[in-house]
């Protein structure tokens, strides 16, 4: 198991540009997410699924997209890329079912992002 | 809606020390996740435990240990005995009861950056 990847891990971008983070998992995981870690602030959420073609925000989805057509993937789209969304992007996933117990998310490596 | 506070932004020990890191959250549900992640400095997060609001006994594995006290709402970590390795960003986060939708939306806190010292 690969368990959750992301790619690229680093990428430069110029204000203005736009670009799509990818994350993959191959655990079968229904629940995955995007989550940015900016210096003592903890992370934070941006967008989550439930399963394939489910997607809602979280508590920063400005200038983000999402889409889930797999179950596997789970991209991040900047439509418009900002310098205050410099930071690091983690995707994660978990194996949740409704109505059960929350179970821990395993998180990619992370893709450091600067916008100029 | 949720909060977690990790008050100590940096601890700086000395090897073998015993440490203490706090975690304060706030929540309305009455069924809610805690949990506990590592960062190291190469920057992956690592999972190292959860526990539901139900249950609130301690827990020790190896030189780790968690004291659950809904009471204060508190979900603190403590390390015996540091080690070099154990230098790296902690983690607190907490995750409301999602029935309708199977999701569970962390609220992390700010981390504390733990440095052990040889």
């Known amino acids: 198991n690969a368990g959750v990847t992301q790619t690229p891990k680093f990428q430069v971008l110029k204000t203005g540009q736009s670009m799509t983070l990818q994350c993959a998992q191959d655990?079968?995981?229904?629940?995955m997410s995007w989550y940015r870690q900016d210096p003592g602030m903890g992370l934070r959420l941006i967008h989550y699924?439930?399963?394939?073609?489910?997607?809602d925000q979280g508590e920063v989805p400005n200038g983000y997209n999402v889409s889930r057509s797999t179950t596997e993937d789970f991209p991040l789209r900047l439509l418009s890329a900002a310098p205050s969304q410099t930071s690091v992007y983690f995707c994660?996933?978990?194996?949740?079912?409704?109505?059960?117990?929350?179970?821990?998310?395993?998180f990619g490596p992370g893709t450091r992002l600067t916008v100029l | 809606a949720q909060k977690v506070t990790q008050a100590q932004t940096e601890i700086s020990v000395v090897e073998k020390e015993d440490v203490t890191l706090d975690c304060v959250y706030e929540?309305?549900?009455?069924?809610?996740?805690l949990f506990w992640y590592k960062q190291p400095p190469s920057g992956e997060l690592v999972f190292l435990i959860r526990?539901?609001?139900?249950?609130?006994q301690n827990e020790i594995s190896g030189r780790y240990s968690w004291n659950f006290q809904k009471s204060t709402s508190s979900f603190n970590f403590t390390i015996t005995a540091s080690q070099v390795v154990d230098s790296a960003v902690y983690f607190c986060?907490?995750?409301?009861?999602?029935?309708?939708?199977?999701?569970?939306?962390?609220?992390f806190g700010g981390g504390t950056r733990l440095m052990v010292k040889p």
């Open positions: 994660a996933s978990s194996y949740n079912l409704r109505g059960g117990p929350v179970n821990e998310q395993f």
């Open positions: 655990m079968n995981h229904e629940y």
């Open positions: 699924s439930v399963g394939a073609g489910i997607t």
């Open positions: 929540t309305r549900d009455t069924t809610y996740y």
């Open positions: 526990r539901n609001s139900f249950d609130e």
């Open positions: 986060a907490l995750s409301e009861d999602a029935f309708l939708n199977a999701g569970n939306m962390l609220t």
